[in-house]
């Protein structure tokens, strides 16, 4: 990490200070608070000195008078490059105020973030910076503004950030947005949490011990450390797992950097001499890394006195990788991927990476106008999640797995209650066809149909489930259905 700014830098704040001077942010501070947060933040990520300059600049030409010919000028064509991009990001979420047409927009956004993305990768990562600087600094913004972008950043920016496997980020992201987007939940689930670890304590250091001495005696060396899950991640997997807390077992978790991968496979024979591992639970991620990159060895076992504990096993590499992911390839292959950058390759990505090229490519083509079959796209960016459509082009996006019922109802509950067959890309379907990325679903209803018992079977996501099991109430009279009517934030 770089100690002290390059002339370049210095000069580029210098730019910043006099183009942002008067202006003031809503937390009352001077503007340029924001450019130098973004740019600390990217100096903590390791970013390349052309990135840095960019996250400087990023608001420049859209809220200043400088022009992106002075920003060329001065620090060339590289850095011009990323403002213009950042740039481009945020005119295309400026149209998009309204919440309540928040879905097209994401579309929207994410159409222009792979075509910016085609360009250069490092654009997206100024502007996870410059959001996630946004984020920490939220509370100074009117509460509708709150909801929405950190309702944005929870299902936009949160799942890019994973994608990138930029774990730290990922983390920082969901939690600070889910508090705003749910604040409720997010202090039960908190506490919950905390309470958890608490009385997990004093287990925990004895297991901590009992694994240090194992490794001691094999000498490997290695570091140990608790992780602490987090609020939004607990929140999905309670979601998955009908909220039952006795099937998370990754609340507790310990992990363990070892030197090199034959100690990560040792250290995982003797934590399995020394606690019974629960069937089914182990994975190795070294051998099949996920598709983010992410590599480690995870088992979850049954400790002496009944808890269940995961380990975590990975090298320092994988490690700093999992935290940091496609920032710590620019870091530890600055100068390659940049020169790469600069001619316009990109088949030098690490492998791990190589959906970015898939993207890039999709990006170009669709920068041609040519059409884009978004089935074809192996589009993992939200690897949980799938995109359909309504007939008139709306764009939904569901959980992997959902069914009919579950659009439906994730229109409107006056659709889901009155659902008489679907119609999926055109043809007649049933509802229990698993919906597909790309799908175009059209809900037939008739006001006469009521909700069924038998349709508890063919939904898939909580949000259905409950908006289902209400209707189902006995007496779920008109007024009860005229309150929830108003269900848009
Ligand atoms: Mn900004």
Known sequence: MPTKDSDRIKKAVTMATKAHEGQLRKTGEPYLVHPLAVKKILEEWGMDEDTIIAGILHDTIEDTELTLNDIKQEFGESVAF???????????????????????????????????????????IIKLADRLHNLRTLSALPPDKQKKIAKESLEVFAPLADRLNMGLLRVEMADLSFKYVNPKRFDELKNLIDKYNKSAEKSLQKIEQEVSQALKKEKIAFSISGRVKSVYSLHKKLAKHNQNINEIYDLTALRIIVDDITDCYLT??????????MNGRIKDYIAMPKQNGYQSLHTTVITKDKRIVEFQIRTKEMHEYAERGLAASFYYNEQKLTENYKKGKIEHLPTNLLWITELQMTA??????????????????????????????????????????????????????????????????????????????????????????????KIFTSHARSKLMRALRPNSSQETKKKRKPRKQ
């Open 82 to 124: 990323l403002v213009d991009g950042v740039t481009k990001l945020s005119t295309a979420r400026n149209g998009m105020r309204d919440i309540d047409t928040y879905l097209p927009a994401t579309k929207d956004n994410f159409l222009r973030l792979m075509i910016a993305l085609g360009d250069d990768i490092r654009v997206l």
């Open 268 to 277: 995982l024979g003797i934590i399995h001499s020394l606690y019974m591992p």
């Open 364 to 457: 170009a083509k669709l920068r041609e106008g040519k059409k884009v079959d978004l089935k074809k796209l192996k589009l993992n960016l939200f690897s949980d999640k799938i995109f359909v459509y309504t007939p008139k082009g709306d764009i939904i996006d569901l959980p992997k797995g959902a069914l009919p019922l579950d659009f439906a109802y994730r229109l409107h509950s006056e659709i889901g209650d009155h659902v008489v067959g679907v119609k999926i890309n055109g043809k007649m379907s049933n509802l229990n066809k698993k919906l597909e990325h790309g799908d175009v679903v059209e809900i037939l209803t008739n006001k006469n149909q009521t909700p069924k018992q038998s349709w508890l079977d």
